[in-house]
């Protein structure tokens, strides 16, 4: 029990950013049409292709002697840019046809 | 200090970027740029991360980062450049299954550092078993909407089994976290150079790994094609809330921000999605639809159905004043959506008006007709959504309803036994004719029979909607 209560005061700030970035996320979406859905869900997709940046932190902070580490965390670069990168582009991509045509 | 600064101040525009452009894809005008501008966000983000980190860093490990990032993103623009309009869906579900692998990644790499520290070992599990179902949910997600797997694989009583499993995966988890907290302490000690994890304690984390792995497998696999968007949407926002738990753990507040927000815009969007198909969330993941359930049964079928050929069908729409059309997921497989534009611009040609109706879940996304029909040049305002066309049946002379099935039933609203019972759909028989463009006879997804074909009104047309609309084509071609 005790770990719970220092557990809630040492992170008091984390935990008011929490809630109020889910009241964010749930206004930023409400109302949107149907028809851009997809589109949105494929950005939303992109957008938390922000955990590359932790695989970046795993990578300068790894101890380059242990190969292991330096794979798996190479990986978790690799993996974190496709989700980044083909993200953005097939949101584009979406995107691009609801400008046609006005 | 000035460089720590200045990258809180990038990672502060960053969020503030995604927020904006999550914002602007809201509305069909801004959104590309809505998009471009969380990517920039997001490009900023990852340099600044590189190159404004204080302290050594050896020369192999920039070198294999960039090597990393340079990869990905040939691989990344690469597939999604080429990649057809119709397949899109899966694709998000692959990207989707990257990004949770890379979070738990993370945490199988972060665990042996954070030895008794409760807060980081809560986020390291947690994120480590998230970022693990999203990525093996995410796979089977996609190997079922590219067809590979197509049939719901249901273990005899498959709910029980994945209860358990959960139940499980959760008290597992619970237990490494107490395990390796400050308070339980099995898993590590104190030694000279601080707290450190127990000999074999790393065994733990990748059984838990593997145990997460095998959930998100059973989780999604009994779960139908038709209902994928929305367990897309689901492990969206897992792998949202995984990279949150990541800027947990990093105290990195642009991780938090673009997790939660992922995470929480995830999560309404798939009740959105639920709602649109009048099914809550619990009914979609413990299934009810199709299969060996009692869906099947339904009411007993009377009267029989006309079948009608492309030279009539061609008459009919030539001479009528306005013709709707309700594409469904059909028209998304047989690659028909250009053939239909060719369609409504011949019909429009000769004074006819045309729309399309576009149900909220019709094909494999919501929205996913529209981006279909937009990449065939079909103008934006000719899309209708439901509530708007409904109205407009009564004045309707043709409705061309074209590899669509539930989304027309009737039976959403007058059988109480069907399973779609109180889904709203397109009330196609206020409409003066009805022809159906459809493979076969065969029942839509959630293998009910549709008393709509049987209505006097309606008539079938038969064959793969490309060749029988290019056939229709045709022939309203030859009447000139």
Known sequence: MEEIWKFVIENKEILYFVILAVFVGVEVIGGVPTVLHTPLMSGANAIHGVVIVGAIFVMLHVDTSNVLALILGTLAVFLGTLNVVGGFVVTDRMLEMFKKKK | ?480
């Open chain 2, 1 to 480: 200090m000035e460089k720590f600064a200045l990258l809180e101040i990038i990672y502060l525009i960053g969020s503030v970027t995604f927020i904006i452009g999550l914002k602007m894809m809201g509305n069909a005008r801004s959104a590309r740029n809505g998009n471009l501008i969380a990517a920039a966000g997001m490009i900023a983000a990852i340099f600044g991360t590189i190159f404004l980190h204080e302290g050594e860093v050896q020369p192999v490990v920039y070198a294999l980062i960039f090597g990393a990032i340079g990869l990905g993103t040939v691989v990344g623009w690469m597939t999604a450049k080429r990649v057809q309009m119709t397949k899109m869906p899966e694709l998000v579900s692959m990207f989707n299954g990257m990004g949770g692998a890379c979070a738990a990644l993370i945490g199988l790499m972060e665990f042996e550092h954070n030895a008794g520290s409760t807060g980081a070992m809560i986020a390291i599990v947690a994120g480590t078993v998230i970022g693990s179902i999203s990525f093996s949910g995410s796979i089977i997600a996609f190997l079922k909407l590219n067809g590979t797997m197509n049939k719901p694989i249901r273990l005899p009583s498959y709910n029980i089994i994945n209860t358990i499993m959960m139940a499980g995966v959760l008290i597992f988890s619970g237990w490494v976290v107490y395990a390796a907290s400050a308070n339980g302490g099995s898993l590590w000690m104190q030694s000279a150079a601080g707290p450190e994890l127990a000999h074999g304690a790393m065994l733990f984390i990748y059984i838990l790994f593997a145990v997460a792995i095998i959930y998100g497998i059973l989780f999604t696999v009994p779960i139908g094609g038709a209902d994928m968007p929305v367990v897309i949407s689901l492990l969206n926002s897992f792998t949202g809330l995984a990279a949150a738990f990541g800027g947990f753990l990093y105290d990195n507040k642009i991780m938090l921000t673009g997790g939660i927000l992922v995470g929480s815009a995830g999560t309404l969007l798939t009740l959105v999605m639920c709602k649109a198909m009048n099914r809550p969330l619990s009914n979609v993941i413990f299934g009810a639809f199709g299969g060996s359930s009692s869906a099947a049964s339904g009411t007993e079928v009377k009267g029989s159905i006309k079948d009608s050929s492309a030279t009539d069908i061609a008459i009919l729409m030539n001479y009528s004043k306005k013709v709707v059309i309700v594409p469904g997921y059909g028209l998304a497989v047989a690659q028909a959506q250009h053939v239909i534009h060719e369609l409504e611009q011949l019909l429009e040609d000769r004074g006819v008006e045309v729309k399309y109706a576009i149900h909220p879940v019709a094909g494999r996304m919501p929205g996913h007709m529209n981006v279909l029909l937009a990449e065939s040049n079909v103008a934006y305002e000719k899309l209708v959504e439901m509530e708007d066309i409904n109205p407009e049946f009564d004045q309707t002379d043709v409705v061309l309803v074209v590899g669509a099935n539930d989304v027309v039933n009737p039976a959403a609203k007058t059988d109480p036994s069907s399973p779609i019972y109180g889904m709203p759909i397109l009330e196609v028989d206020r409409a003066k004719n009805i022809i159906v463009n459809k493979r076969s006879m065969s029942a839509g997804y959630a293998g009910i029979d549709n008393l709509l074909f049987y209505d006097t009104k309606c008539s079938m047309f038969f064959g793969d909607a490309k060749k029988a609309l290019t056939e229709l084509v045709n022939e309203i071609k030859n009447l000139s």
